[in-house]
């Protein structure tokens, strides 16, 4: 029990070098299903320790918190934990089939260690209590799912990912420059230690200049990482050109591990109710709400439809981004809900360009043609991620609007509830292109092979996300429990 | 107010905006990768300047430093060794972005961005 929040980030960062070793596709993807399901296991160990028992904590070679690097494992850090293993988890089984048609043979071992080192550094970043651990973790992710994206079949997957890089790092020194200054002022890189010597030494309260620097450079750079809309740039076209599992993986994990980093300094570092916090709720709540506008009107005019739903993901991001922007109870239960729920309803959307790319070759809206009824289980596993998507009751993306309506209504701007209902309703246009072309459109004429269903080992893990999709729609105690605890360790933080 | 003392701050600034200016303005790949290191290089000299001491040495505990009755005033190591980290972060960077910008080099013959907008637009 002790050394759960250790194994949850050595076990794959272990699993990525042996997958090396052997230079076989088939060992590596073996190892790293082992790998990405024992740390699923951990996480899920880790998620009931935090909630039954409490908080857990773990000194890398034994150093003592303030000095040393401590791991802290509390219901919010649990939460990104299952969401970013249990992602990795389902993608992996998928993953086989889809990597072989869109990495060549002996590219696969690598592709599978970069994808594990990926996940390394997201589970680094939620199980770490260490801020400056955070910023090497976040390299860490970043810099593998650089290399990841660029393996993607189109040659634009290689400008797409050189503009993230640069972006990217960019992002990321601008996070160095806020947690190094952080530092200057308290003269230790602990998160908890942080908040507290922010505390006693007064420096919250006196509007510290270097505070407000250290914030904002932390702000900027974080809403880089999770593409906050004028800050999304390179979002479009690093999911667009990426293999469909590394799109899969980071649309469901990525930017929420970023969203996670932004909680972690904003509510826990600084706390509730400063100076700060209020300001930065104005700030963002208008890119949050520009998000969920501009980015879905310009979903609704795209043509590749893996880049409709990149936009989307920018909209979904708006979203969790205006919960948070709440600074409520309320607000950030939905943020933080909105979280899981949108890995579940992107990462099945995903899965269903990655099949629909499968056996057809590309996802341009025009493939879609008949679609429905030559590959109905994918289609409808579509309808139902689309459904989730727009918000439609017994599904998970109705429980977190629901959440964002609510407490949208107990702070009593009208105006941002028709704007979150207005984002739907452009959702629902969207995902309607989709559908309608599917369904309801004859297919092309030049039919020159039956391209049948999607195989099992696709069909598997997408059907798994849509029944993921209903039952957290109907039964929330799972993810609503977590996220109440996370917001309430958030809340009570000042 | 010192102004003329925080000279390396100010050297920090400088660099760091005239990394981003090249970052920004240049359009071939390298010379973006040049600006990127130089702007992420003004972040190393801000982190060793917030640990040095005027006047401070080495934080080695000798025997003359313990017989001498003053207080001997150490610099910070710590933000030097972030700086080792974040260094190697650094350097893996710069090689992903050159290895990214060989493969765009061989599939495109180019690494101009002008270049390779006007021929991912021509298809």
């Known amino acids: 029990m002790i050394h759960l929040p250790i194994a949850q980030v050595i076990i794959p960062l272990l699993a990525a070098p042996l997958c090396l070793l052997f230079r076989s596709k088939h060992v590596a993807w073996t190892i790293a299903l082992c790998a990405t399901w024992l740390s699923f296991g951990v996480s899920i160990l880790l998620a009931i320790h935090v909630t039954t028992v409490g908080p857990l904590s773990y000194n890398i070679g034994g150093w003592p918190a303030p000095w040393g690097i401590s791991y802290y494992i509390d219901a919010l850090n649990a939460f990104v934990l299952l969401i970013v293993s249990g992602m990795s988890a389902l993608v992996l089984p998928y993953a086989k089939k889809s990597v072989e048609i869109e990495i060549d043979d002996p590219s696969q071992p690598y592709f599978y260690s970069l994808l594990l080192i990926c996940i390394t550094g997201l589970l680094g970043i939620a199980a770490t209590g260490d801020a400056f651990n955070m910023y090497v973790f976040l390299e860490l992710s970043s810099l593998s799912s650089y290399a990841l994206i660029g393996m993607g079949p189109r040659r634009r997957a290689l400008t797409a990912a050189y503009q993230y890089l640069i972006m990217g790092t960019i992002g990321a020194t601008f996070i160095l420059i806020g947690i190094g200054l952080l530092y200057s002022l308290t003269g230790t890189l602990n998160i908890h230690d942080l908040a507290l010597q922010l505390r006693v030494n007064d420096i919250l309260s006196s509007e510290n200049r270097t505070l407000l620097t250290a914030f904002a450079f932390l702000t900027v750079g974080l809403s880089l990482k999770l593409a906050l809309f004028p800050l999304h740039l390179w979002l479009p076209n690093a999911y667009t050109y990426a293999p469909s599992v590394v799109t899969i993986f980071l649309a469901a994990t990525a930017t929420k591990v970023a969203i996670y980093m932004l909680l972690r300094f904003c509510f826990g570092v600084i706390g509730n109710g400063t100076v700060f916090q209020m300001t930065l709720g104005k700030i963002i709540l208008i890119p949050a709400l520009a998000a969920i506008l501009v980015a879905s009107i310009v979903a609704i005019f795209q043509y590749d439809i893996k880049r409709m739903l990149a936009y989307s993901s920018i909209a979904q991001i708006g979203y969790m981004i205006l919960g948070i922007s709440f600074a409520t109870t309320t607000g950030l239960t939905a943020g933080i809900l909105h979280m899981f729920n949108h890995a579940l309803m992107k990462g099945l959307l995903f899965m269903v360009m990655g099949a629909v790319s499968y056996r057809v070759g590309s996802v341009y809206i025009n493939d879609f043609r008949g679609l429905g009824r030559k590959m109905p289980w994918t289609m409808s596993a579509f309808v139902i991620g689309g459904l989730s998507l727009m918000g439609v009751p017994m599904t998970a993306g109705f429980i977190s609007k629901w959440y964002l309506v609510k407490a949208a209504l107990e702070n009593g701007w009208w105006d941002v509830i028709i704007l979150i209902l207005l984002g739907s309703l452009l959702a629902v246009v969207y995902i309607w292109r989709v559908v309608e072309t599917a369904f309801f459109n004859p297919s092309h004429e030049h039919e020159e092979e039956e391209s049948g269903e999607a195989p099992l080992s696709l069909l598997i893990p997408m059907w798994s996300l849509v029944i993921a999709n209903i039952y957290f729609g109907i039964d929330t105690s799972l993810p609503l429990g977590l996220a109440q605890q996370a917001t309430a360790i958030l809340m009570g933080a000042n | ?123």
């Open chain 2, 1 to 123: 107010m010192n102004w003329v003392g925080h000279y390396n701050y100010w050297g920090a600034i400088f660099l760091m905006m005239s990394g981003f200016y090249v970052v920004i303005s240049r359009g071939n790949l390298i010379k973006k990768l040049i600006g990127l290191n130089i702007f992420s290089t003004s972040v190393f000299l801000l982190y060793i300047t917030m640990g040095k001491i005027k006047g401070a040495t080495a934080p080695i505990l000798t025997e003359a430093s313990q017989l001498t009755a003053s207080p001997q005033i150490y610099s910070n190591p710590l933000p030097h060794v972030l700086i080792l980290t974040a260094i190697v972060v650094g350097v893996a960077t710069t090689a992903v972005g050159l290895a990214l910008t060989v493969r765009i080099n061989e599939r495109y013959g180019t690494i101009e961005e002008d270049e390779i907008r006007a021929k991912d637009d021509s298809l």
